[in-house]
């Protein structure tokens, strides 16, 4: 696996375990006011898992899968300065790392 599509799983591995973990944690706590951020954190952590499984397999549908989470997650960083400092560099560093040739080649993309 090349470089370009190790960088991005890991985040990704990372990214979704944190998430997962997180929604766990807000369930366990009397979640039932933290219902939409348990949702959500569940939700695309599994999906950034999802992601990483894919592109390691090769799986096709993997890299937009991977695109579209990279603009979810710039996207409601924004919302949160703090958050934005983090993510937006990941999301970015995402994004050029898949399109780079070796990542096309490696995950079947045109």
Do not use: H
């Amino acid at each position: 696996m090349p470089n370009s599509v190790l960088i991005p799983v890991g985040l990704y591995w990372i990214i979704g375990a944190t998430m997962v973990v997180s929604a766990a944690l807000n369930a366990a706590a009397d979640g039932s006011d933290r219902l939409a951020a348990i949702v959500f954190l569940g939700t695309v952590g599994a999906a950034c898992l999802v992601a990483a499984l894919g592109l390691q397999r090769r799986w096709g549908p993997a890299v937009l899968l991977g695109y579209l989470l990279a603009i979810l997650l710039g996207l409601v960083s924004l919302s949160n300065p703090g958050v934005a400092l983090l993510v937006v560099p990941l999301t970015v560093g995402i994004g050029v790392a898949l399109s780079r040739p070796s990542a096309k080649q490696w995950t079947g993309e045109k």
